[in-house]
């Protein structure tokens, strides 16, 4: 079974500044990966998503994530942090004919101003 | 507008008095789960539905019921809730044509259960 394991369970960072927030994979087969972003009080939002064709994926309000198969990882960058940035952020897998989300225990983002 | 959406978005009950969270969808999404979050643990999978009358066990089914009779909802049904099913309850939707693992789920804007 896949699953995916997010490094940190919070991350403050100024405005201005990169925000980068770390997530790992693991999976027998090759893997679909997300990124959904959670505000307060909502469900969540996809923010992007790797599907096996560009290595460099890019979503909305400026994240972009890479996808590395060799350090198994799928990191989420964005390299000017805004306050309206402040949210929780999930990683998810998936794998190909199985629609089952296995999600990271996620990452909430506070933005210093 | 293309959403999920859940009923209620606040219950707060006492143990054993049975309770509905209603989901629906606008969609025409074939597929259909139910998730709960907690704090440290992401969102874990309740149930899932494939198409109406197909339902099956995701993660974490115990203490849970759901019907897939019509396209468009998919409730989720506590008959006897306890203190330990206190959550957020997310319902989602996905289409299923292709390749199904790479679609994106939408989510509804979540259920904040209290059971005392």
């Known amino acids: 079974a896949q699953s995916v394991t997010q490094l940190g369970s919070h991350v403050s960072v100024s405005e201005g500044a990169l925000v980068l927030l770390r997530c790992n994979y693991s999976?027998?087969?090759?893997?679909?990966l997300f990124w959904y972003v959670q505000y307060p009080n909502q469900g969540l939002q996809l923010l992007l998503k790797?599907?096996?064709?560009?290595?460099l994926v890019k979503g909305i309000n400026g994240f972009e994530a890479e996808f590395k198969k060799s350090e198994t990882s799928f990191h989420l960058t964005k390299p000017s942090a805004h306050m309206s940035d402040a949210a929780e952020y999930f990683c998810a897998v998936s794998v190909f004919d199985d629609y089952k989300l296995s999600f990271g225990a996620g990452t909430t983002v506070t933005v210093r101003a | 507008e293309a959403q999920v959406t859940q009923n209620p978005r606040y219950l707060i009950t006492v143990t054993g008095k049975k309770l509905t969270v209603t989901c629906s969808q606008n969609?025409?999404?074939?597929?259909m789960s139910w998730y709960r979050q907690d704090p440290g643990l992401g969102l874990r999978q309740i149930y899932y539905?494939?198409?109406?009358?197909?339902?099956d066990k995701g993660d974490v089914p115990e203490g849970y019921k759901v019907s897939r009779k019509e396209k468009r909802n998919f409730p989720l049904i506590l008959e006897s809730p306890s203190p330990n099913q206190t959550s957020l309850y997310f319902c989602?939707?996905?289409?299923?044509?292709?390749?199904?693992?790479?679609?994106?789920?939408?989510f509804g804007p979540g259920t904040r259960l209290t059971v005392t």
């Open positions: 539905s494939m198409n109406v009358e197909v339902t």
């Open positions: 999976s027998s087969v090759p893997p679909y």
């Open positions: 790797y599907t096996s064709a560009a290595t």
């Open positions: 989602a939707s996905s289409t299923s044509t292709g390749t199904s693992g790479a679609y994106e789920q939408y």
């Open positions: 969609m025409n999404h074939e597929y």
